[in-house]
């Protein structure tokens, strides 16, 4: 009964039959929003079905949220699992009788050949010795011969049903272990992991402290962002700095298990010094507010006069890289551009800084490395699979010489190393 089982998970049919299920729930994924929250569900799908809301049916069947659904991972387990039975029950004993050295004795063995010749004489030793020139294995019993080449290639299967399990195994991992964050942390900031935007149901999520050291973006001469940029620093319990890097698009920061990509930036608030009078003053930190338009973004604040009447400055930003228009907010009127360091006499403020704020996404996938490993087995398949396994016998008697042979791919090079033989040695 045990070895019936492993026998039925080994069936092609059953593999093809996984593999098109896990292939239509992928599918619903990708049409269905996945990790959204009930209200969402609530709002877009409004529909009712039997008198059941369609929302209420897609969490109970767990359609929210397929890729992290066990009854989803049980599925990637199971193809797996055929995978591997398919591997060791049909595909390896395949390997290993391939490897042997079996004659052809009947004239009728070699009618149903594609390629074959019928004649008269042959020169063995001279044959023998190309074959063994042309990397055949070469092996002979009394009248017969037989020789191959190009076992490599019957390995590609093998190495075909690796790949997909590591793949397998690695996507489960992550999903299982792995976690998704999103952080937006102003420069000069401390930061810990806290906005978890996907885990998996085994992740831990590490108690590790960041420092974000510094936040700029350089630009194009057309005045668009061509690239931005974080100093960050991995702190240790005591703060010490234990590894440091400068961050951008594309230039992520590798921690150990941990990967932080720069993903976004915002402009978190404006930093002025209050001139009370020529003796003291005080700092302030002006809150600003995105404003996004067709095709532009602008960053907003404002700040009543000294006189705290009901005449307000507005503060106008295009961009983070320090410039700023006031404007008048009674009549929007413009007043005059300011940069960083600037006093505005009409306010007795100074622009201290322009405090930016950094996207960060921290992820955790212990399971990519088998990932890789497995698209590199994908990679080698590929490249055995252009291999050719050829075989060749001879049947050979004082007056009559039957030879013929046969490959799985490249049929036409092997017909004219056929041909070779064929002139040169019958």
């Known amino acids: 009964m045990i070895k019936y089982f492993f026998k039925s998970l080994a069936n092609l049919k059953l593999a093809i039959g996984i593999l098109l299920s896990i292939a239509i729930f992928i599918s619903i994924g990708s049409i269905i929003e996945q990790s959204k929250d009930i209200q969402f569900y609530q709002i877009n799908y409004p529909n009712t ?14 359609w929210n949220n397929i890729y992290n659904s066990w009854w989803f991972l049980l599925l990637l387990g199971l193809l797996g699992f055929s995978l591997a ?5 049909q595909q390896l004993p395949t390997l290993k009788f391939s490897r042997r050295y079996y004659f052809y004795k009947q004239f009728n063995q070699y009618q149903k050949l594609n390629f074959k010749v019928n004649t008269n004489k042959v020169f063995l030793s ?64 401390i930061f810990h992991i806290q906005n978890i935007i ?58 150990r298990d941990l990967i932080i990509y720069q993903t976004d930036w915002r402009i978190s608030c404006l930093r002025l010094k209050y001139n009370m009078n020529e003796i003291s003053s ?39 890289r320090g410039q700023i228009s006031l404007y008048n907010n009674n009549n929007g009127k413009f007043i005059k551009n300011i940069n960083i360091g600037d006093n505005i006499n009409q306010l007795n403020l100074n622009l201290v800084d322009v ?28 490249l055995v699979s252009y291999f050719s396994f050829s075989e060749f016998w001879v049947l050979y008697f004082p007056e ?8 799985n791919r490249a049929k036409v090079k092997f017909n004219i190393e056929f041909l070779k033989f064929k002139q040169s040695f019958f």
Request: net charge positive; glycine share 6%.
């Open 198 to 255: 996907t885990n998996g149901i085994c992740s831990l999520i590490p108690q590790k402290t960041f420092r974000i050291n510094d936040f700029w973006s350089i630009y194009k001469p057309q005045g668009l962002i061509k690239q931005f940029y974080t100093d960050i620093s991995f702190l240790n319990n005591y703060g010490s700095e234990i590894q440091r890097k400068t961050i951008s698009v594309n230039n992520p920061f590798l921690i």
């Open 355 to 382: 405090i930016n704020s950094t996207g960060i996404q921290i992820k955790s996938d212990p399971g990519i490395k088998l990932i890789y490993l497995g698209f590199f087995f994908l990679m080698v398949s590929s």
């Open 49 to 62: 079905i039997f008198s059941i809301p369609f929302w209420k049916i897609l969490l109970i069947l767990g």
């Open 126 to 189: 001279h044959l023998s010795f190309t074959l063994i020139n042309e990397q055949y294995s070469f092996f002979q019993q009394s009248n017969n011969l037989y020789a191959y080449k190009g076992l490599i290639s019957r390995i590609g299967p093998i190495i075909v049903h690796l790949s997909i399990i590591c793949v397998l195994l690695g996507s489960t991992l992550g999903a299982l272990i792995g976690f998704n964050s999103q952080e937006l942390i102003p420069k000069t900031e």
């Open 400 to 407: 009559k010489v039957m030879s013929g042979g046969k490959t």
């Open 282 to 320: 005080i700092n302030l930190q002006l809150p600003i507010s995105k404003i996004n338009t067709i095709g532009k973004t602008y960053w907003i604040s404002a700040v009543p006069n000294k006189n705290k009447d009901l005449e307000n400055f507005i503060f106008l930003l295009k961009d983070n």
């Open 85 to 89: 039975c398919c591997t060791i029950i």
